[in-house]
């Protein structure tokens, strides 16, 4: 089977490249390399001892784009690429408006075009901005996001949806994600943001490595236990694997259906960095600050769709999160 992967050079893109194609599955990328390097790909193939086909280019450039679409028979895309810092979103709506959804309508389009039917997107659990009730299943309201990003997001899916109303032969799985971290057991791909990290993890790896001073946590008057946010970490190999599962499922001709990626369970930031150091025998140099604005205090899933529907579940744990993020930050101190 032949599936695109758009953006599969990234952090969750290269993850289930590997997994795709230890399972025979033929792995052919698109990414700009905007926020990703090639190498993740070549170890990819390392790894795996499979070839990728990779194509440098631009979701924006449509020709091309049509191009690579009739020249390969994709049976099904899974579509990561975008821009993905809310914050950054915030002071550039525009680019992330443009590169978001620009590059889904041409993506969809040439889908359209060439009748490939099948597609996995990347959606995210900022949709359900601040939740009502805990833990958050896939029927919550969705009403706003916190961010242009977020915003992105929520109009891709209902973008998705719209184009499954008026043609019953697609399938598409929304996937959101809860809070992904850690990396390959084999500490050869991992996380390798561009900056400063926005996400809490490759924040921690990269204080722990010596590269930044000291991680502040936003915030420790949340009406949470300990006062600091909680989240659902999950394992990226978890996630990718979830990926493999929508696959399967897009093959029973679902129509457009949407799942939670996440463990169920919640962690604070301070559970974070225990379990970071107990884990790796390190301490996490850190510093409670303000509130960040836009965080909510709680975020975690109910995984009971996924569960039941996708036959998938995460195996992993925190421990293992921080153990790989902080096997793949020692053994690539500066990334790729
Ligand atoms: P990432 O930045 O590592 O990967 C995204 C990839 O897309 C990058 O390699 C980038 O170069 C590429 N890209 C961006 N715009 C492109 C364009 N116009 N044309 C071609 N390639 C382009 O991010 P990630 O963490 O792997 O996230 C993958 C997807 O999952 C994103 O859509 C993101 O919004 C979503 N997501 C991520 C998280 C997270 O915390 N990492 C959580 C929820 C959802
Ligand atoms: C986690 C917790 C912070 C950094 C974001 C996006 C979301 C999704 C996942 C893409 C929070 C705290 C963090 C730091 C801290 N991405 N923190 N100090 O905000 O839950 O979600 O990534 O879709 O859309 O918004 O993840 O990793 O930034 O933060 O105290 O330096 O760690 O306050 O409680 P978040 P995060």
Same mark, same amino acid.
């Given at each position: 089977? !032949?599936? #695109?992967?758009?953006?599969?050079?990234?952090?969750?893109?290269?993850?289930?490249?590997?997994?795709?194609? +230890?399972?025979?599955?033929?792995?052919?990328?698109?990414?700009?390399?905007?926020?990703?390097?090639?190498?993740?790909?070549?170890?990819?193939?390392?790894?795996?001892? +499979?070839? &990728?086909?990779?194509?440098?280019? *631009?979701?924006?450039?449509?020709?091309?784009?049509?191009?690579?679409?009739?020249?390969?028979?994709?049976?099904?895309?899974?579509?990561?690429?975008?821009?993905?810092?809310?914050?950054?979103?915030?002071?550039?709506?525009?680019?992330?408006?443009?590169?978001?959804?620009?590059?889904?309508?041409?993506?969809?389009?040439?889908?359209?075009?060439?009748?490939? +039917?099948?597609?996995?997107?990347?959606?995210?659990?900022?949709?359900?901005?601040?939740?009502?009730?805990?833990?958050?299943?896939?029927?919550?309201?969705?009403?706003?996001?916190?961010?242009?990003?977020?915003?992105?997001?929520?109009?891709?899916?209902?973008?998705?949806?719209?184009?499954?109303?008026?043609?019953?032969?697609?399938?598409?799985?929304?996937?959101?994600?809860?809070?992904?971290?850690?990396?390959?057991?084999?500490? *050869?791909?991992?996380?390798?943001?561009?900056?400063?990290?926005?996400? #809490?993890?490759?924040?921690?790896?990269?204080?722990?490595?010596?590269?930044?001073?000291?991680?502040?946590?936003?915030?420790?008057?949340?009406?949470?236990?300990?006062?600091?946010?909680?989240?659902?970490?999950?394992?990226?190999?978890?996630?990718?694997?979830?990926? &493999?599962?929508?696959?399967?499922?897009?093959?029973?001709?679902?129509? &457009?259906?949407?799942?939670? #990626?996440?463990?169920?369970?919640?962690?604070?930031?301070?559970?974070?960095?225990?379990?970071?150091?107990?884990?790796?025998?390190?301490?996490?140099?850190?510093?409670?600050? #303000?509130?960040?604005?836009?965080?909510?205090? %709680?975020?975690?899933?109910?995984?009971? +769709?996924?569960?039941?529907?996708?036959?998938?579940?995460?195996? =992993?744990?925190?421990?293992?999160?921080? =153990?790989?993020?902080?096997?793949?930050? !020692?053994?690539?101190? %500066?990334?790729?």
């Amino acid at each position: 089977m !032949k599936v #695109l992967l758009t953006g599969g050079a990234g952090y969750i893109g290269s993850h289930t490249a590997l997994e795709l194609a +230890k399972n025979n599955f033929e792995v052919y990328i698109i990414d700009n390399l905007a926020n990703s390097s090639i190498e993740a790909i070549f170890r990819v193939e390392k790894l795996t001892g +499979k070839k &990728l086909t990779f194509f440098e280019l *631009d979701l924006l450039e449509r020709e091309a784009l049509n191009d690579i679409f009739d020249q390969n028979q994709f049976d099904a895309v899974i579509h990561f690429a975008g821009l993905k810092a809310a914050a950054e979103s915030v002071a550039q709506p525009l680019a992330y408006y443009r590169n978001n959804i620009g590059g889904t309508l041409n993506l969809c389009a040439a889908m359209g075009r060439f009748g490939v +039917k099948n597609l996995v997107f990347s959606s995210s659990a900022t949709v359900y901005g601040n939740p009502e009730q805990l833990p958050i299943s896939e029927d919550a309201p969705i009403t706003d996001a916190a961010s242009p990003y977020g915003r992105t997001k929520l109009m891709i899916e209902k973008l998705l949806s719209d184009i499954c109303a008026a043609d019953s032969t697609l399938n598409v799985v929304l996937l959101r994600y809860f809070n992904p971290g850690g990396a390959h057991e084999s500490g *050869d791909i991992g996380e390798d943001p561009n900056g400063i990290p926005n996400n #809490l993890l490759p924040y921690i790896t990269q204080c722990t490595v010596g590269s930044r001073k000291a991680l502040t946590v936003f915030g420790d008057d949340y009406p949470t236990p300990d006062g600091t946010c909680i989240r659902d970490y999950i394992h990226v190999v978890d996630l990718a694997l979830g990926h &493999l599962a929508a696959i399967s499922k897009l093959q029973q001709n679902p129509g &457009l259906v949407t799942y939670n #990626l996440g463990t169920g369970r919640g962690s604070s930031v301070l559970e974070v960095i225990q379990a970071f150091e107990r884990t790796n025998e390190r301490k996490v140099p850190y510093v409670i600050g #303000l509130r960040r604005p836009g965080d909510v205090a %709680e975020c975690y899933t109910d995984p009971t +769709k996924a569960k039941i529907e996708l036959a998938w579940q995460a195996q =992993r744990t925190l421990e293992d999160i921080c =153990r790989d993020a902080w096997r793949w930050q !020692k053994k690539n101190p %500066e990334g790729y």
